[in-house]
Nanobody, 125 residues
Framework: QVQLAESGGGLVQAGDSLRLSCAAS????????MGWFRQALGKAREFVAT????????DYADSVKGRFTISRNNAKNTVYLQMNSLKPEDTAVYYCAGGNGHGRNSRYEYSYGYWGQGTQVTVSS
């Protein structure tokens, strides 16, 4: 089992930055690919970013590419999402996820067996 706990969400203004963290406990963190997803009110959950076990392979949704950066520290069992130039449309609950996906599959929820509870990010205009 892997337990995931997100932190770092909050209320910011458009153009501001936030850094989300996801701390993992349980089984070996470094064996899992990690992802960030988000769900806005009334919308389906969507892919944001993913990072491979080693951190060598990274992928982003087009909507966040160039503004968000995913990273991980396997020694600290933590994955991060640095969010810059935030926009009101980035408002959502952000979830981290862990799983065995690789390559293009890591964009999809079915590749992840472990999910955090989510952290709210609200961007005002």
């Amino acid at each position: 089992q892997v337990q995931l706990a997100e932190s770092g969400g909050g209320l910011v203004q458009a153009g501001d930055s936030l850094r989300l963290s996801c701390a993992a406990s349980g089984r070996i963190f470094s064996t899992y690919a990690m992802g960030w997803f988000r769900q806005a009110l009334g919308k389906a959950r969507e892919f944001v970013a993913t990072i491979s076990r080693s951190g060598d392979d990274i992928d982003y949704a087009d909507s966040v590419k160039g503004r968000f950066t995913i990273s991980r520290n396997n020694a600290k069992n933590t994955v991060y999402l640095q969010m810059n130039s935030l926009k009101p449309e980035d408002t959502a609950v952000y979830y981290c996820a862990g799983g065995n996906g690789h390559g293009r599959n890591s964009r999809y929820e079915y590749s992840y067996g472990y999910w955090g509870q989510g952290t709210q990010v609200t961007v005002s205009s």
